[in-house]
């Protein structure tokens, strides 16, 4: 972002917890920052529906920055993606502003932007991870990920809990439950007799190949962003 762009953007988030991502919040946060009005509709065509998105994506940085700061090679590969995760939630900071996004996000006419946010969320963490998935598994890795984030998110916005501990043993569990998965597909493809059988299936979905880039995604075409 801009540094304009930075500055409408810390003077929202003053009045989101009072007024939600909201055109009140908006205004006054353009009018705080001593931002021309017409500067900040270019940068904010959506005015607060799009401060709530860079908000969301300036999380994503915080933690990329986290990440690679990080130092993750003595970790098991589920605790890196757990990691991966409390970093993101941790750099949200400031609860209600998430509280109040994801309130305008289930709105339906806003449901694609929250899904995307989401959805780039979790390739973000796989591909800081080291992902390299380019058939099924990219989509199936990321489609994962972003329940487990979502659900966690969900369950920290409700958490009162002493450093949120409560909210880290549910992630914990969450990503046991994926390394289960992960265990029975192995123990599927080691199979002969199954593997067999689904060679068919396996074989059309392998040439399901992942995007170049993201805005490639089916459907993302309908996202504004």
């Known amino acids: 972002m801009t540094e304009t762009a930075d500055k409408i953007l810390d003077a929202a988030l003053m009045h989101v917890p009072f007024d939600g991502w909201s055109e009140t919040s908006f205004r006054a946060a353009v009018a705080e920052a001593g931002v021309d009005p017409v500067v900040a509709r270019g940068l904010y065509p ?70 995307r946010l989401i959805w780039d969320t979790a390739d973000a963490i796989w591909t800081a991870l080291g992902d390299t998935s380019r058939d099924i598994n990219w989509y199936t890795k990321r489609a994962t990920l972003s329940g487990v984030y979502s659900a966690t998110v969900l369950y920290w916005l409700g958490d009162d809990s002493p450093g949120n501990e409560a909210t880290w043993a549910f992630l914990d569990r969450r990503i046991e439950d994926v390394m289960r998965i992960e265990k029975v597909k192995a123990q599927v493809r080691d199979n002969r007799l199954l593997s067999g059988l689904l060679a068919g299936p396996a074989h059309l979905l392998s040439r399901v190949k992942a995007p170049a880039h993201a805005d490639d995604l089916p459907g993302s075409q309908t996202t504004p962003r």
């Open 46 to 115: 959506r005015g607060a529906v799009d401060l709530a998105v860079a908000y969301h994506r300036r999380g994503d940085a915080e933690m990329l920055d986290r990440l690679a700061r990080a130092d993750l090679s003595e970790m098991r590969f589920r605790d890196r993606v757990a990691f991966a995760v409390r970093a993101r939630i941790e750099a949200a900071e400031d609860r209600e502003a998430v509280r109040r996004g994801t309130t305008l996000f289930a709105l339906p006419i806003y449901a694609p932007d929250g899904a």
